[in-house]
């Protein structure tokens, strides 16, 4: 956290300049579900949303509502989104499938998937990654700048053929770790 504050202090940028940079960047990635845009200050209807929908947050730096079955976290002062996710219980494999296809179509193909139970979408500064370009840099040993993500992640495999009976919980999360690292405490 220090080195990345300390690279925003030596660009000349303050930090809430950099901040507001990043929002605005993964704002620009246009990742969005029903209705949410990530980075995005909330709307006026949203406000309102948020307002009869209160639940309780782990850092007074940020506010956290729910908006039927979706849960926001929100910054307390720019009022733009932070996260966006969504808790599934008690799911079969079908409902998981059905679940993982309404993120195929939201965000295209995954950039990468593991263990049958993890699903990433990936998006650099100006796109999202591609499974061809996850592979060549971990084949190259590279990391990838990765600054949103969309994560599901399920108890059950998601397209094993003898676990066609199972039930498990799951979740998808919709982020930005390098936003997330100015609220730390959250």
Same mark, same amino acid.
């Given at each position: 956290? *220090?080195?990345?504050?300390?690279?925003?202090?030596?660009?000349?940028?303050? /930090?809430?300049?950099?901040?507001?940079? $990043?929002?605005?960047?993964?704002? @620009? $990635?246009?990742?969005?579900?029903?209705?949410?845009?990530?980075?995005?200050?909330?709307?006026?209807? =949203?406000?309102?949303?948020?307002?009869?929908?209160?639940?309780? *947050?782990?850092?007074?730096?940020?506010?956290?509502?729910? &908006?039927?079955?979706?849960?926001?976290? *929100? &910054?307390?002062?720019?009022?733009?989104?932070? /996260?966006?996710?969504?808790?599934?219980?008690?799911?079969?494999?079908? =409902?998981? =499938?059905?679940?993982?296809?309404?993120?195929?179509?939201?965000?295209? !193909?995954?950039?990468?998937?593991? +263990? &049958?139970?993890?699903?990433?979408?990936?998006?650099?500064? @100006?796109? #999202?990654?591609?499974?061809? =370009?996850?592979?060549?840099?971990?084949?190259? #040993?590279? #990391?990838?700048?990765?600054? *949103?993500?969309?994560?599901?992640?399920?108890?059950? #495999?998601?397209?094993?053929?003898? !676990?066609?009976?199972?039930?498990?919980?799951?979740?998808?999360?919709?982020?930005?770790? $390098?936003?997330?690292?100015?609220? +730390?405490?959250?």
């Amino acid at each position: 956290m *220090a080195i990345f504050l300390g690279l925003f202090l030596l660009t000349g940028l303050s /930090v809430a300049e950099g901040l507001e940079s $990043l929002f605005l960047q993964v704002e @620009n $990635l246009k990742i969005e579900r029903q209705g949410y845009l990530l980075g995005a200050q909330l709307t006026v209807v =949203q406000e309102e949303v948020a307002a009869k929908n209160p639940m309780d *947050a782990a850092s007074k730096k940020v506010f956290k509502f729910k &908006d039927r079955n979706l849960n926001i976290v *929100a &910054d307390r002062v720019s009022r733009r989104v932070l /996260v966006i996710f969504e808790q599934f219980e008690k799911l079969s494999q079908p =409902q998981v =499938q059905e679940k993982v296809g309404e993120l195929f179509m939201a965000y295209e !193909e995954p950039t990468i998937s593991a +263990h &049958d139970k993890v699903v990433y979408w990936a998006w650099g500064k @100006n796109a #999202k990654f591609t499974a061809a =370009q996850f592979d060549m840099a971990k084949e190259k #040993k590279k #990391k990838l700048a990765i600054i *949103a993500t969309v994560k599901f992640n399920c108890e059950i #495999k998601i397209m094993d053929k003898k !676990e066609t009976a199972a039930i498990g919980d799951a979740y998808y999360i919709i982020s930005s770790d $390098l936003l997330l690292k100015f609220f +730390h405490d959250i």
